[in-house]
């Protein structure tokens, strides 16, 4: 059946010039995004509140009986109860009858009371060799939307729950993670920019004493240098809302590495800037603190993406199961050989000039993550993306779940969400995604600790040989 009237004509025909003009406003000067920052920062404060406590302050939930046994100390819930009337000491919880609530730290009390009596077979606690440091796990790609963020902060939530110790390390000066996290940034002296600092004006204090010894003048130490040098990163790590988690967070400033770094390297041409947070982690003994580092880098291969990548020892690269996203991602990493190349060649033709070991670049694992992954719509795809990248790749594929909008409206993590707010399956299903993501992390990192004890263990036979 046809209709004799005409078809409308498309919108983007007939614009009145006139009518057009009248809606602009006057032009637009620098002074407007200052009122449209200060608007914005207004709203994300009052966004990010929601949910948190009366003082603004973010709080985590508690857990109940489900699901700690289910998902945190593995006995059922029959003998919890059981081994909780058996010992008054222990953390009771709160709530009536058999459906009791636990905070986190309270879990993790009851973890050392299980790891201690309960079945030998059983694992309370997470496994982490005795005096190992602890591992970094670099969550990076130079696309925004990825899901970097979101997979990190998830990631070091479940470690958390899992019962690891984890420190948290915001590079990205949008802020995000640091949001996430309940985080509070003043300025660029709260963020890692003072470790990068740091690291540099110890380069020029030592090689101001052999400037000193030839007789040349010295590299001068300005305000910026001398201030950095005060700063300890551990001054930098605030607490969160998680009792076993820990956070240096980022804020707009931190921006000003990107360009404060090359100019330091022009200053100082022996300076190893990829090396600056690694032996800010190092120095400071943050390294023997935590059992993990994540750490959160800027959707590009900067300078403290660089650094980031340098003190990994763990790399994840997140993307999703689309044509852009999979070229993109194959970009970043054509862009990680020639960085990483590129240094280690400049490097050791000096080196080997002065008789120096040769330096090398390398993880214990590299993995792409496909994230937000739709198996209705995207299978075949990832299924492409998986044949080429290989053995680089998860073999879980991250999917998306009501969950992840809903936590991220609410400025929280998956796990931060209560139960009691879902359909039960509902819930089950949506965390399970980013349980089976962290199960694969988690093996990497329990091979990596195994794989160097053995190493370790192995030299150690040698040198009594």
């Known amino acids: ?81 059981r081994v909780l009337r058996a010992n008054p000491d222990l953390p009771q919880g709160t709530g009536e009858g058999n459906s009791k609530w636990f905070d986190l730290s309270e879990i993790m009390d009851l973890r050392v009371h299980f790891a201690a009596e309960g079945a030998a077979n059983r694992e309370y606690q997470p496994y982490k060799p005795e005096g190992a440091q602890a591992k970094t796990i670099a969550v990076a790609n130079f696309k925004g939307g990825v899901g970097k963020t979101s997979t990190c902060a998830h990631l070091a939530m479940s470690a958390a729950l899992d019962g690891y110790k ?32 740091r690291d540099f004006a110890q380069h020029v204090q030592a090689e101001n004493k052999v400037r000193v010894a030839r007789g040349d003048p010295e590299i001068p130490l300005d305000e910026t240098l001398t201030e950095a040098l005060e700063v300890s990163p551990r001054n ?9 988690i820990d956070l240096i967070g980022a804020q707009l400033n931190l921006y000003w ?18 090396d600056g947070l690694t032996n800010g982690l190092n120095d400071s003994g943050l390294l023997d603190e935590y059992d993990l580092i994540f750490l959160d880098t800027p959707p590009a291969l900067g300078y403290l993406t660089i650094n980031a990548l340098a003190a990994a020892d763990i790399l994840l690269v997140p993307l999703g199961a689309s044509f852009l996203e999979f070229d993109s991602t194959g970009r970043f990493f054509d862009m990680l050989y020639s960085t990483f190349a590129s240094i280690e060649d400049g490097e050791n033709a000096q080196r080997r000039q002065q008789g120096l070991p040769e330096i090398k670049f ?59 707010e879902f359909n039960r399956d509902t819930y089950v299903r949506g965390r399970e995604t980013f349980d089976r993501t962290w199960a694969e992390v988690k093996e990497i990192i329990v091979g990596a600790w195994f794989k160097d004890q053995a190493e370790q263990l192995k030299e150690s036979d040698h040198g009594q040989a």
Not at 46 to 64: I, V, Y
Not at 191 to 196: E, H, V
Request: hydrophobic share 40%.
């Open 1 to 81: 059946m046809t209709t004799s009237g005409k078809q409308p004509i498309p919108p983007y025909f007939g614009i009145d010039p006139e009518r057009s003009a009248a809606k602009l406003t006057q032009p637009i000067d620098t002074a407007r995004f200052a009122k449209a920052a200060a608007f914005a920062a207004r709203g994300r404060d009052e966004l990010a509140k929601t949910g948190h406590a009366p003082d603004g302050k973010k709080q985590l939930r508690r857990f109940s009986t489900w699901e700690v046994c289910r998902y945190l100390i593995p006995v059922a819930p029959a003998h919890f109860r």
């Open 166 to 197: 984890v420190l948290v390390i915001d590079l990205d000066s949008q802020g995000s993670l640091t949001s996430i996290m309940g985080g509070t940034v003043s300025d660029e002296w709260q963020t890692a920019f003072p470790i990068l600092a």
């Open 236 to 244: 930098l790590v605030q607490e969160t809302h998680w009792p076993n």
């Open 257 to 274: 590495a990107e360009f404060q770094i090359p100019v330091w390297r022009m200053q100082g041409r022996g300076w190893q800037l990829w």
């Open 362 to 420: 390398e993880w214990d694992a590299v993995r792409t993550l496909i994230t937000r992954f739709d198996a209705n719509q995207q299978t075949d795809l990832a299924n492409v993306i998986q044949a080429y990248f290989g053995d680089l790749m998860t073999t879980f594929r991250q999917d998306v779940t009501a969950m992840i909008g809903q936590a991220g409206e609410q400025v929280n993590g998956i796990y931060e969400a209560d139960y009691r």
